[in-house]
C-alpha cells in the first residue's frame, strides 16, 4: 500500500490519519520486520494489523555472498511458492558517494527468450507486485544496513523479467521507493533496463518518473540480435533507436545501453564497427560487461584480450563507454543461476 490506501484503510477502522505517516515510515524507512517492532503504535492497533494485514511477502530461501563481501545474492520464495533473485552490490569509492545498489526482480520468469539467459530457461512466471518488488529492496537494505551503510542508494531494474511487461506495478513500488517518508531514492539513482520493448518505451517517455533507461542491446548486428534476443526482435534497430531517442528528447535523460561480451560471438573489432556506427555522441552510453558463465550454456565470457582489445576499438572509433566489472562469478551472479541450481538440488536450502 501507498500512504493514501494506509490512510484509507485505517479511516475505515476509526484510527487518526497520522497513525499513517506512522506506519509507512516504519515499513518504507525503518523496514520493521514486525509490527510489534512498532513501539509508537497502540497495542491494540498492532494487533488489528497482525490479524488482518499481510506484513512480510517473501521468505528468504538462501544467501551467498562473494569472496569479497562486496556482492550479495539472494534467494526469495513468494507467497505462491515461486522464487525470485536479488542482488545487493556495494561500491566503497574514495572520491566519490560510495553506493548500495540493489538489483530487483520485476517478474518471476521471463517470456523474452534470450538465448544467454539462465532465466529465460524458465518458463512459468507471473509479474511481480508492487509490494514484492518493495519487499526485494528491503531485504537488501538490512543486509546493506549489516554491511556498514545507512540505506540504499540506488535501484536498478535489472534481474529477474522484462519490467516494461510490468510497468503498472513496478510504477507503484517506484512512487513509494521515492516517497520522502521512505528511502527517498531519487529519479537519477533509478534504473529501468529493458530489452527493447519499443511501444512501452513510448509509454515510459510519458511518466512522471522521468528514471534513467538502460537498454540491453548485446549486438548492432540486427540478424545476430534477433538471435541473441528473440523477444526483442520484433522491433528493427531502427525502431528501438527512435524510441530512445525520444526517451531522450522528452525526459532529458542520457541514454545508456548494455553489451555483454561473449567470446567469438559479439567482440570482435568488426562488432565494434558495427557498434559505432549505431551509437555515438556523448548523450550515449554503453556499458560494456565481461559476461557472466552460465552453467549448460554455450556462450562463454570474451577472454582479457579479447575484451581489451574490443574497448580499445571502441575508443578508436569514437565510442562513449565504460567497462563494467563483472560481479558475482562465485555466487552464480548471473539471472536465474540460483534459483536454477536450487531448483535442480531439491530445494535442499530451503530453511
Not at 515499513?27 to 488482518?52: G, I, T, V, Y
Not at 520493448?197 to 537498454?215: D, F, H
Request: charge should be positive; aromatic fraction near 8%; glycine fraction near 8%.
Amino acid at each position: 500500500m501507498d500512504l493514501a490506501g494506509i490512510t484509507d484503510l485505517l479511516a475505515a477502522w476509526g484510527e487518526p490519519a497520522y497513525r499513517a505517516k506512522q506506519i509507512f515510515g516504519w515499513l518504507h524507512q525503518k523496514n520493521a520486520e514486525d509490527w510489534q517492532e512498532m513501539s509508537d503504535l497502540p497495542k491494540a492497533l498492532r494487533q488489528k494489523l497482525a490479524e488482518e494485514t499481510d506484513f512480510q511477502p517473501l521468505r528468504l530461501l538462501r544467501r551467498q555472498d562473494a569472496a569479497d563481501g562486496n556482492t550479495v545474492k539472494l534467494l526469495l520464495e513468494l507467497a505462491d511458492g515461486e522464487q525470485i533473485e536479488t542482488v545487493l552490490m556495494l561500491y566503497w569509492r574514495k572520491d566519490s558517494r560510495d553506493r548500495a545498489t540493489c538489483c530487483v526482480s520485476s517478474q518471476s520468469g521471463c517470456a523474452m527468450g534470450c538465448a544467454f539467459c539462465a532465466t529465460g530457461q524458465y518458463t512459468r512466471f507471473r509479474n511481480l507486485s508492487a509490494g514484492e518488488i518493495l519487499a526485494q529492496c528491503y531485504w537488501a537494505c538490512r543486509v546493506a544496513r549489516e554491511k556498514g551503510f545507512s540505506r540504499l542508494t540506488n535501484v536498478v531494474f535489472m534481474g529477474m523479467g522484462e519490467p516494461l511487461y510490468n510497468l503498472s506495478n513496478v510504477a507503484a513500488a517506484l512512487s513509494v521507493l521515492e516517497h520522502p517518508l521512505g528511502l527517498a531514492i531519487g529519479h537519477r539513482r533509478i534504473t529501468i533496463s529493458t530489452c527493447g520493448i519499443v511501444p512501452q518505451i513510448y509509454r515510459l517517455s510519458q511518466w512522471q518518473q522521468p528514471v534513467e533507461l538502460a537498454v540491453s542491446l548485446h549486438s548492432a548486428d540486427e540478424t545476430l540480435r534477433r538471435q541473441l534476443m528473440p523477444g526483442a526482435g520484433r522491433w528493427t534497430l531502427e525502431q528501438l533507436m527512435a524510441a530512445c531517442r525520444d526517451y531522450r528528447q522528452r525526459t532529458g535523460r542520457r541514454l545508456t545501453f548494455e553489451y555483454a561480451l561473449f567470446q567469438g560471438i559479439n567482440d570482435s573489432p568488426a562488432a565494434a564497427a558495427q557498434l559505432a556506427g549505431l551509437l555515438t555522441g556523448e548523450d550515449i552510453l554503453v556499458n560494456i560487461i565481461p559476461a557472466n558463465p552460465v552453467e549448460g550454456s554455450v556462450f562463454r565470457p570474451s577472454s582479457a584480450k579479447t575484451v581489451q582489445e574490443f574497448t580499445a576499438a571502441c575508443r578508436r572509433l569514437g565510442v562513449y563507454f565504460q567497462l563494467r566489472e563483472s560481479r558475482g562469478q562465485d555466487i552464480d551472479g548471473a539471472c536465474g543461476q540460483l534459483r536454477k541450481g536450487n531448483q535442480r538440488n531439491g530445494d535442499v536450502f530451503r530453511r
